[in-house]
């Protein structure tokens, strides 16, 4: 997708030697329009599944994913919340997370009320690392007996192992820009985005 590169390019910038910051227009302030048009993208890809709900997780995907839900007839959108509150009394489907911006182990879980038994669901976050968010999401659904439509990715760190790990899981990633490298600070992205 050109103009999430091309943000990428204006305005993210490098910090420790992986991690690519975009908090000026998706993890802190949030550019609507260009969430509206992953949306645009990814139902271009993911055209041949019906979807009966977006499946996400706390806190940064979910701008993303209610955008996007737009381009899928406004089906519901779920996060997962990484702990649980002491006032809700319902069941959960849960996993165990590790964050890798944050270091940590965390538990994450999905009210049952929220995804049901066969349904098609479509998993969107806005990075892909090494798959640690997409494959608890992942696990969550088969819990739960639901179908994973793919996982739908704003941007990939090519060089990091997630796409391999969901791959193994069966299931299909498309990411709308994936970056081979950082080079100096610079970010370099994969040539061969197909259909972006
Ligand atoms: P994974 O679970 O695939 O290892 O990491 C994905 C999660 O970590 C995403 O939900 C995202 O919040 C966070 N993350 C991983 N790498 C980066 C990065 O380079 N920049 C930012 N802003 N977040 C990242």
Redesign the pocket.
Same mark, same amino acid.
């Given at each position: 997708m050109e103009k999430l590169k091309q943000m990428i390019i204006d305005e993210g910038y490098v910090i420790e030697p @992986?991690?690519?910051?975009? @908090?000026k227009f998706?993890?802190h302030q949030m550019d609507i329009a260009l969430f509206k048009e992953m949306g645009v993208h990814f139902k271009k890809h993911f055209n041949k599944q019906k979807v009966d709900r977006i499946l996400t997780?706390e806190?940064?995907?979910i701008g993303i994913a209610s955008l996007v839900s737009l381009s899928f007839d406004m089906v519901p959108v779920v996060f997962a919340k990484k702990q649980q509150s002491a006032i809700t009394g319902h069941t959960f489907y849960s996993s165990n997370?590790?964050?890798?911006?944050k270091k940590v182990n965390s538990t994450i879980i999905v009210d049952t009320r929220f995804i049901q038994e066969g349904e098609n669901i479509l998993i969107i976050? @806005?990075?892909?690392?090494?798959? #640690?968010?997409?494959?608890?999401l992942i696990d969550i659904c088969r819990q739960a007996k639901a179908n994973v439509v793919g996982v739908g990715i704003a941007?990939e760190?090519g060089f #990091?192992e997630?796409r391999k790990h969901i791959n193994e899981a069966g299931v299909d990633v498309y990411s709308l820009a994936i970056v081979d490298s950082f080079l100096d600070g610079k970010v370099v992205f994969k040539e061969n985005n197909e259909e972006l």
């Amino acid at each position: 997708m050109e103009k999430l590169k091309q943000m990428i390019i204006d305005e993210g910038y490098v910090i420790e030697p @992986d991690i690519l910051k975009v @908090d000026k227009f998706i993890n802190h302030q949030m550019d609507i329009a260009l969430f509206k048009e992953m949306g645009v993208h990814f139902k271009k890809h993911f055209n041949k599944q019906k979807v009966d709900r977006i499946l996400t997780i706390e806190a940064s995907g979910i701008g993303i994913a209610s955008l996007v839900s737009l381009s899928f007839d406004m089906v519901p959108v779920v996060f997962a919340k990484k702990q649980q509150s002491a006032i809700t009394g319902h069941t959960f489907y849960s996993s165990n997370v590790y964050s890798y911006t944050k270091k940590v182990n965390s538990t994450i879980i999905v009210d049952t009320r929220f995804i049901q038994e066969g349904e098609n669901i479509l998993i969107i976050d @806005d990075f892909l690392a090494n798959g #640690q968010a997409a494959l608890g999401l992942i696990d969550i659904c088969r819990q739960a007996k639901a179908n994973v439509v793919g996982v739908g990715i704003a941007i990939e760190k090519g060089f #990091q192992e997630g796409r391999k790990h969901i791959n193994e899981a069966g299931v299909d990633v498309y990411s709308l820009a994936i970056v081979d490298s950082f080079l100096d600070g610079k970010v370099v992205f994969k040539e061969n985005n197909e259909e972006l």
